[in-house]
């Protein structure tokens, strides 16, 4: 099997500090990897770095496209790497207002990827509209609210609708469940877990919550000042951790 | 079907001085299809932590860890998920679940997994709480608010819904009343029948003498204790 | 006519703008900076379409300038006179006459010719600045052609209206390629943008220049289920009685009475002296 993505050896400076270093693993297709890190540690300029959104120094990041199969992601051309990020590729922001339009009715940004790659049926954009807000439980009267007029959680179930109507093969999500309330959590939680086992999808999720990671990813990465301190199954990792920092990190979690 | 030789577990505790506890050694097995086999030994002997270890929960120091071709103890994180979503079932002693998700999809959940289809994924989930006594209202709900004997019964039967060729088993049977004990007792029975390799702890040692075909002390790769 | 350089603007600075404009007709649709100039009057009324004309104009042409279709509004007769006292060239109201037409919101109902120029003065050159206020994500959707958020402005008219309730600066398609603001023009004139004479659009403030030369495909967007329409008040013209032109609505008293008449001043007049006449013509004359 061929993996969806492969990642080798990115590394990303600011000056003479480390954003990290020397990252390599591969993503087979359905994984959910989490990443996990303090603040500053680097996991959300490595996410960045995957996503097209920040150059790497060095390294490469292979995505098995659907046309050609493997391609470095970093050397493509900017309008193949932005048509893959509007296809196969979603990024959920951890502000739900940075991934979403603000002024826009909640159709208009489900909708306008689709419009991006061509639909140009009214009737059609607005009915899968519909039908995903059903999927993420916002009740589809208000299809032409915007987004300002929701709440913390139901913002951030939009932005899932939006990256998701394309089908995406990728998704990249940065700290996704931050700044909401533990009972908003748990539903977007859950209903993430259904979207990934459904779709088939693949994610990479960076959080500083282990109790995010527990649920939803199947492997984990451990980073600390740039660097991948230790790797693997998610359960092991957090129940029989090998690093001292991904120890000191467990034994730092309250138990409730 | 389910094979250990000579492994061996330690922990290295970093931010208390680099201390090595060393918890298991030469810890070697073997369990063929059909059968069930019991672990035995003191509390804290390392029952628990060899059940892990055979899950790929914890990481051995050294040693091979065969479950089917596959050796956990080296296995790339994806070999072992599939092991565990196709092969290798276990049945803990406490549940941990998703909130808000229905019992009845929570029990469905491994057979999606493996590609069962919806419908009959639910037929058989239904079936299973049916025979462990859940009462039908409580399917649509979260497990997360039943009680604990409830919770252990769901966990049970999410265990058995898909026909694991091997499992582990941790305490099935604890703080079950006489009837339910019964049922997954016979579930476990039915489970050798079809040819599932199990490995198991039980306290209860009626259960044991009945479904378990051999007993393995684990005081025997407790360092310190072998002597 | 010593105390002015031909057309107002040193020659220096009309041959800069001219390059912008030769740029802009060999890229139709795009959007070409240029180093706007402070012209004596202020920014929104049509400062860029003057510099456009202004480097456009020789002593020959004939100039004609139009506001919401008249010749007789403020604006229309203080850019006329501009460069009647500082170009000393001809002027006219008849869009026939005319070689080089200043206009704000509005394109003549007369057809235009190939040795014509129409002029267009243009507020916000931007058509995806509406969704989008980062000028360096335009650019980057512009050269890469990612449009669908023009058509998420139009969904976002239908959810919100029923229809396309976009009236004027209807976003266009340029010769396949680039999505234009055709300037603040009713989306009546859409049609008429893919004309025999030469297009050019300036923005002051904005400072852009963008053009559409003759004979070139501009396509008006729109969904398959909602296509597009060039929509105008169903009515005769009160005065001349066309049926083909683009009226504006009078409020006549405060009874309510109401009148519709043409737009185009020109037009209009040229149709009544032709001898048209409309529901309201002999009152009016009376």
């Given at each position: 099997?061929?993996?969806?993505?492969?990642?080798?050896?990115?590394?990303?400076?600011?000056?003479?500090?480390?954003?990290?270093?020397?990252?390599?693993?591969?993503?087979?297709?359905?994984?959910?990897?989490?990443?996990?890190?303090?603040?500053?540690?680097?996991?959300?300029?490595?996410?960045?770095?995957?996503?097209?959104?920040?150059?790497?120094?060095?390294?490469?990041?292979?995505?098995?496209?659907?046309?050609?199969?493997?391609?470095?992601?970093?050397?493509?051309?900017?309008?193949?790497?932005?048509?893959?990020?509007?296809?196969?590729?979603?990024?959920?922001?951890?502000?739900?207002?940075?991934?979403?339009?603000?002024?826009?009715?909640?159709?208009?940004?489900?909708?306008?990827?689709?419009?991006?790659?061509?639909?140009?049926?009214?009737?059609?954009?607005?009915?899968?509209?519909?039908?995903?807000?059903?999927?993420?439980?916002i009740d589809a009267s208000r299809v032409d609210d915007r987004p300002s007029a929701f709440?913390?959680?139901?913002?951030?179930?939009?932005?899932?609708?939006?990256?998701?109507?394309?089908?995406?093969?990728?998704?990249?999500?940065?700290?996704?469940?931050?700044?909401?309330?533990?009972?908003?959590?748990?539903?977007?939680?859950?209903?993430?877990?259904?979207?990934?086992?459904?779709?088939?999808?693949?994610?990479?999720?960076?959080?500083?919550?282990?109790?995010?990671?527990?649920?939803?990813?199947?492997?984990?990465?451990?980073?600390?000042?740039?660097?991948?301190?230790?790797?693997?199954?998610?359960?092991?990792?957090?129940?029989?951790?090998?690093?001292?920092?991904?120890?000191?990190?467990?034994?730092?979690?309250?138990?409730? | 079907?389910i094979e250990l030789i000579n492994v061996s577990k330690s922990f290295t505790l970093h931010?208390?001085?680099?201390?090595?506890?060393?918890?298991?050694?030469?810890?070697?097995?073997?369990?063929?299809?059909?059968?069930?086999?019991?672990?035995?030994?003191?509390?804290?002997?390392?029952?628990?932590?060899?059940?892990?270890?055979?899950?790929?929960?914890?990481?051995?120091?050294?040693?091979?860890?065969?479950?089917?071709?596959?050796?956990?103890?080296?296995?790339?994180?994806?070999?072992?998920?599939?092991?565990?979503?196709?092969?290798?079932?276990?049945?803990?002693?406490?549940?941990?679940?998703?909130?808000?998700?229905?019992?009845?999809?929570?029990?469905?959940?491994?057979?999606?997994?493996?590609?069962?289809?919806?419908?009959?994924?639910?037929?058989?989930?239904?079936?299973?709480?049916?025979?462990?006594?859940?009462?039908?209202?409580?399917?649509?709900?979260?497990?997360?608010?039943?009680?604990?004997?409830?919770?252990?019964?769901?966990?049970?039967?999410?265990?058995?819904?898909?026909?694991?060729?091997?499992?582990?088993?941790?305490?099935?049977?604890?703080?079950?009343?006489?009837?339910?004990?019964?049922?997954?007792?016979?579930?476990?029975?039915?489970?050798?029948?079809?040819?599932?390799?199990?490995?198991?702890?039980?306290?209860?040692?009626?259960?044991?003498?009945?479904?378990?075909?051999?007993?393995?002390?684990?005081?025997?790769?407790?360092?310190?204790?072998?002597? | 006519?010593?105390?002015?350089?031909?057309?107002?603007?040193?020659?220096?600075?009309?041959?800069?703008?001219?390059?912008?404009?030769?740029?802009?007709?060999?890229?139709?649709?795009?959007?070409?900076?240029?180093?706007?100039?402070?012209?004596?009057?202020?920014?929104?009324?049509?400062?860029?379409?003057?510099?456009?004309?202004?480097?456009?104009?020789?002593?020959?042409?004939?100039?004609?300038?139009?506001?919401?279709?008249?010749?007789?509004?403020?604006?229309?007769?203080?850019?006329?006179?501009?460069?009647?006292?500082?170009?000393?060239?001809?002027?006219?109201?008849?869009?026939?006459?005319?070689?080089?037409?200043?206009?704000?919101?509005?394109?003549?109902?007369?057809?235009?010719?190939?040795?014509?120029?129409?002029?267009?003065?243009?507020?916000?050159?931007?058509?995806?600045?509406?969704?989008?206020?980062?000028?360096?994500?335009?650019?980057?959707?512009?050269?890469?052609?990612?449009?669908?958020?023009?058509?998420?402005?139009?969904?976002?008219?239908?959810?919100?209206?029923?229809?396309?309730?976009?009236?004027?600066?209807?976003?266009?398609?340029?010769?396949?390629?680039?999505?234009?603001?055709?300037?603040?023009?009713?989306?009546?004139?859409?049609?008429?943008?893919?004309?025999?004479?030469?297009?050019?659009?300036?923005?002051?403030?904005?400072?852009?220049?963008?053009?559409?030369?003759?004979?070139?495909?501009?396509?008006?967007?729109?969904?398959?289920?909602?296509?597009?329409?060039?929509?105008?008040?169903?009515?005769?013209?009160?005065?001349?009685?066309?049926?083909?032109?683009?009226?504006?609505?009078?409020?006549?008293?405060?009874?309510?009475?109401?009148?519709?008449?043409?737009?185009?001043?020109?037009?209009?007049?040229?149709?009544?002296?032709?001898?048209?006449?409309?529901?309201?013509?002999?009152?009016?004359?009376?």
């Open positions: 099997m061929t993996p969806l993505l492969q990642v080798k050896g990115i590394e990303k400076r600011y000056g003479a500090r480390i954003g990290c270093m020397d990252v390599s693993f591969d993503l087979y297709p359905g994984e959910v990897m989490g990443i996990v890190g303090e603040s500053g540690s680097g996991k959300s300029t490595l996410l960045n770095c995957m996503a097209g959104h920040l150059e790497p120094d060095a390294g490469q990041v292979i995505f098995d496209t659907r046309a050609d199969g493997p391609v470095d992601t970093v050397t493509m051309s900017e309008p193949e790497r932005r048509m893959l990020s509007r296809t196969d590729w979603a990024f959920v922001h951890q502000h739900a207002r940075d991934g979403l339009r603000m002024s826009v009715s909640a159709g208009g940004n489900i909708g306008e990827r689709l419009m991006a790659v061509g639909d140009r049926h009214y009737g059609d954009i607005r009915d899968r509209a519909v039908d995903w807000l059903g999927r993420v439980e709440s913390g959680g139901m913002q951030q179930r939009l932005q899932i609708a939006r990256n998701l109507v394309t089908g995406p093969r990728l998704v990249f999500m940065d700290e996704p469940t931050g700044g909401l309330d533990v009972s908003v959590q748990a539903r977007l939680l859950d209903l993430l877990r259904g979207l990934v086992r459904e779709m088939g999808l693949s994610a990479i999720i960076v959080t500083h919550d282990l109790a995010v990671v527990r649920l939803l990813a199947d492997r984990l990465m451990v980073m600390k000042d740039g660097h991948v301190v230790e790797a693997g199954l998610t359960d092991q990792v957090l129940d029989d951790p090998q690093h001292a920092y991904t120890q000191l990190l467990v034994s730092s979690v309250l138990q409730v | 079907m931010n208390q001085g680099s201390t090595v506890i060393p918890v298991m050694e030469g810890a070697s097995l073997n369990v063929v299809p059909g059968e069930c086999v019991a672990l035995t030994g003191a509390s804290g002997a390392g029952k628990s932590t060899l059940m892990r270890v055979i899950y790929g929960n914890y990481l051995a120091a050294s040693g091979q860890v065969l479950v089917g071709d596959l050796d956990v103890a080296k296995a790339e994180p994806r070999e072992i998920l599939a092991l565990r979503r196709e092969t290798l079932g276990y049945v803990s002693q406490f549940l941990r679940v998703v909130p808000r998700v229905p019992t009845l999809e929570v029990v469905a959940e491994p057979l999606l997994a493996v590609g069962c289809g919806k419908q009959a994924a639910l037929d058989k989930a239904a079936g299973l709480l049916a025979r462990l006594n859940i009462p039908e209202r409580l399917w649509t709900l979260s497990p997360t608010t039943f009680s604990g004997g409830e919770q252990q019964r769901v966990n049970i039967a999410r265990g058995f819904a898909h026909e694991y060729p091997a499992m582990l088993l941790d305490e099935p049977t604890a703080s079950l009343d006489a009837q339910n004990r019964e049922t997954v007792l016979s579930l476990i029975e039915e489970a050798k029948s079809r040819g599932a390799a199990i490995v198991g702890i039980f306290h209860d040692v009626e259960a044991r003498a009945r479904v378990c075909d051999r007993e393995i002390d684990v005081s025997a790769f407790t360092p310190g204790l072998a002597a | 006519m010593n105390e002015y350089n031909f057309a107002y603007l040193d020659e220096q600075t009309k041959r800069m703008i001219r390059r912008a404009i030769l740029k802009g007709l060999a890229v139709p649709g795009y959007q070409v900076p240029f180093a706007s100039r402070e012209m004596p009057m202020p920014y929104g009324w049509g400062t860029g379409g003057v510099q456009v004309s202004a480097a456009t104009l020789t002593p020959d042409d004939t100039f004609k300038v139009i506001d919401q279709g008249a010749d007789d509004t403020t604006n229309a007769v203080s850019i006329r006179k501009f460069f009647e006292n500082t170009a000393g060239v001809e002027t006219t109201e008849e869009t026939e006459k005319a070689t080089v037409i200043q206009t704000r919101h509005r394109i003549p109902e007369a057809k235009l010719r190939e040795d014509q120029i129409i002029v267009y003065q243009v507020p916000i050159p931007e058509p995806l600045r509406f969704l989008e206020p980062r000028e360096t994500e335009t650019r980057k959707m512009h050269s890469l052609e990612e449009y669908g958020l023009m058509h998420v402005k139009l969904y976002e008219d239908i959810s919100q209206h029923g229809a396309i309730s976009t009236s004027y600066a209807y976003p266009v398609m340029v010769s396949d390629r680039y999505v234009m603001d055709p300037s603040p023009i009713p989306k009546f004139d859409n049609p008429k943008l893919e004309m025999d004479a030469i297009q050019l659009f300036g923005a002051g403030r904005e400072q852009r220049i963008y053009a559409v030369p003759p004979h070139t495909k501009v396509v008006s967007l729109d969904f398959e289920d909602y296509p597009f329409e060039a929509t105008k008040a169903d009515h005769p013209c009160d005065l001349c009685g066309a049926e083909d032109s683009y009226l504006d609505e009078v409020i006549m008293d405060d009874a309510g009475n109401r009148m519709f008449v043409c737009s185009d001043t020109d037009y209009c007049r040229s149709r009544r002296e032709a001898g048209h006449k409309g529901r309201l013509a002999e009152e009016n004359a009376a």
